[in-house]
């Protein structure tokens, strides 16, 4: 997490420069509206998942304590990461909404970060989490239905 928060910080530092500053990128009026409703559209698909999953947290661990089970409605009944798959439209949507083309470049680099976080922290639920293994076998997407 420490990487992607450096990455973020960055990225969020730079686009700005780009778009505004040093007028790199020349984004459409109708593309930045295209940003704004991946934005509005991140924020509820992240707030749906808040709402069903009362175990979110930023450092991956089962948290026993207070009786983590596997959750499957809501957001869970689609992909197994629906937080991380409204962080996508929001990275999407960003540099969209700002105004900037090479934000985009930077927004892929972020993802794929993720997608290595979704791996590690894969791992960790089915060795620990009692009833991941079927609930990964019954939802097979991660991120993006059919996609992964």
């Not at 620990?128 to 991120?143: F, K």
Request: proline share 5%.
């Amino acid at each position: 997490m420490k990487i992607i928060s450096l990455a973020f910080v960055v990225w969020l530092v730079f686009m700005p420069l780009d778009a505004c500053r040093f007028g790199w990128s020349h984004v459409p009026l109708w593309v930045r509206w295209i940003g704004a409703i991946a934005i509005a559209v991140s924020l509820a698909i992240v707030h749906w998942t808040v709402l069903e999953n009362r175990y979110a947290v930023v450092v991956v661990r089962v948290q026993r304590e207070r009786g983590q089970h596997v959750i499957t409605t809501g957001p869970y009944r689609f992909v197994r990461h629906p937080m991380y798959a409204g962080a996508i439209l929001l990275f999407v949507g960003t540099p969209l909404l700002l105004g900037s083309w090479y934000g985009l470049i930077g927004a892929a680099g972020i993802i794929g970060l993720f997608c290595v976080r979704i791996t590690i922290e894969e791992r960790t639920l089915r060795a620990e989490l009692e009833g991941y293994t079927e609930y990964a076998a019954s939802v097979p997407y991660r991120l993006i239905p059919g996609v992964w």
